[in-house]
């Protein structure tokens, strides 16, 4: 089995700032592409390659960092001058090998809540 466990969710008002982090645990051979997506917005926010090539969406552009520990299959995303409309559900996704073989699946953290209001 593989999960996703996010983290650093919450509330905070706005030009405030928040990290998130996900951690990927269970049997895996390799990590490709790891990313977070807002539920609301149907948004791809941000994705991150093996070899931390980042990709934004231009809603978060300048605002948003991600990056990632491939050591400990760990990605973040530090989330900097939070607007309300950042308010969302976010999920961590990541495609993952479990073995040497075999392609890329994707897997899906449980979300974490993001509030920004003052």
């Known amino acids: 089995q593989v999960q996703l466990v996010e983290s650093g969710g919450g509330f905070v008002q706005p030009g405030g700032s928040l990290r998130l982090s996900c951690e990927a645990s269970g049997t895996i051979f390799r990590i490709n592409d790891m990313g977070w997506y807002r539920q609301g917005r149907r948004e791809l926010v941000a994705t991150i390659s093996s070899g931390g090539n980042a990709n934004y969406a231009d809603a978060v552009k300048g605002r948003f960092t991600i990056s990632r520990d491939n050591t400990k299959n760990t990605t973040y995303l530090q989330m900097n001058s939070l607007k309300p409309e950042d308010t969302d559900v976010y999920y961590c996704?990541?495609?993952?090998?479990?073995?040497?073989?075999?392609?890329?699946?994707?897997?899906w953290g449980q979300g974490t809540q993001v509030t920004v209001s003052s």
């Open positions: 996704n990541a495609h993952l090998q479990r073995r040497r073989v075999g392609a890329p699946v994707g897997y």
